[in-house]
Nanobody, 122 residues
Framework: QVQLVESGGGLVQAGGSLRLSCAAS????????MGWFRQAPGKEREFVAA????????IYADSVKGRFTISRDNAKNTVFLQMNSLKPEDTAVYYC???????????????WGQGTQVTVSS
């Protein structure tokens, strides 16, 4: 089993930055692809970014491309989401997920964290 714990969320003004972290309690973390998703009130869960198990391949939603960066430190069993130039539309609960392959399809991930709230004020 892989347990994931997100942290780093909070309240930030539009144009500001936050870095989310997702710590995995798993020694085989490097064997998993990782993804970030978000869900705003009244909205469906939305893909944000994903990274292959090696970190060599990344995918970004068009809405965050150029502003967000996914990275991972396999030695620390941690994946990050650096969020810059934040917009009010980015307000959501952010979740990290682990699976066998990086993909934009949420149902293909096997493990999920509890989420961390990101609120961007105008």
């Amino acid at each position: 089993q892989v347990q994931l714990v997100e942290s780093g969320g909070g309240l930030v003004q539009a144009g500001g930055s936050l870095r989310l972290s997702c710590a995995a309690s798993e020694r085989t973390f490097s064997r998993h692809a990782m993804g970030w998703f978000r869900q705003a009130p009244g909205k469906e869960r939305e893909f944000v970014a994903a990274s292959s198990n090696s970190g060599g391949s990344t995918i970004y939603a068009d809405s965050v491309k150029g502003r967000f960066t996914i990275s991972r430190d396999n030695a620390k069993n941690t994946v990050f989401l650096q969020m810059n130039s934040l917009k009010p539309e980015d307000t959501a609960v952010y979740y990290c997920a682990a699976g066998m392959q990086s993909t934009v399809v949420a149902r293909l991930y096997d493990y999920w964290g509890q989420g961390t709230q990101v609120t961007v004020s105008s």
